[in-house]
């Protein structure tokens, strides 16, 4: 018995393309996504502590590594809110 090969001419194999793996194929944004995540794992794992935290009139207790989280995420919010817009449509308003 011989070994029959399919009719259109291709030839099965493992499905690989012949392009290995490397590091240059992946995009940057990855690479700082992949640091960005390690660090927070670091931050997260050296932080376990809990911290009280009093606003105004009641007092709760977190881990330190969340209590720094919310304080950063309220900062960029605050950033985001008071961005400011006008120059930049002024800039668009000259280019068009």
Partial sequence: MTASTPSDGTVSG???????????????????ALVLVVITIVFMVQNRDSTEIQVLFFSLVAP?????????????????????????????????
């Fill in 14 to 32: 493992n499905g690989s393309s012949g392009r290995g793996f490397s590091a240059g194929s992946v995009p940057p944004r990855v690479w700082v």
């Fill in 64 to 96: 330190l590594w969340a209590t720094l989280t919310v304080a950063v995420g309220v900062g960029v919010l605050i950033g985001l809110l008071l961005r400011p817009s006008e120059r930049r449509k002024r800039k668009a308003a000259k280019r068009g």
